[in-house]
């Protein structure tokens, strides 16, 4: 069983790697460019998978977990070279969630009682 990683862990471990080379993290522009060429990669992998345009025979095989993973490394790079806390970021979006949105869905103990 694989250890279970906190974003802190993550984040440190993303830092550590970044932090062994010159040129360091990329800038926010470029970092915001490769999270768009990585969501359009993930958005190809998962119509590729669930959608109707199925790969060609020549292209590589990857998959919508690399795809993911891809994503998520830049999104770490990102909050570390704005000294972003991710833990701290995702707990003040759920609380706007929470809050903002908390009538917008149906819960699943509700589902019986809409019926009444």
Not at 27 to 53: D, F, I, M, Q
Not at 84 to 110: H, N, P, S, Y
Request: proline residues 2%; glycine residues 6%.
């Amino acid at each position: 069983m694989s250890e279970q990683k906190t974003l802190e862990h993550l984040q440190k471990e993303v830092d550590a790697y970044i932090g062994q080379f010159k040129e360091g993290y990329f800038s926010p522009l470029a970092l915001t460019a490769r999270l768009t060429e990585e969501l359009g990669e993930l958005a190809r992998e998962v119509n590729h998978y669930y959608g109707e345009k199925k790969k060609k025979p020549t292209e590589a095989e990857k998959t919508v977990e690399e795809e993911l993973g891809d994503l998520l490394f830049v999104v770490i790079c990102m909050a570390n070279s704005l000294h972003i806390d991710l833990g701290q970021a995702l707990t003040t979006v759920l609380d706007k969630f929470q809050t903002r949105d908390k009538d917008r869905w149906t819960r699943k103990t509700d589902e019986g009682m809409n019926e009444q």
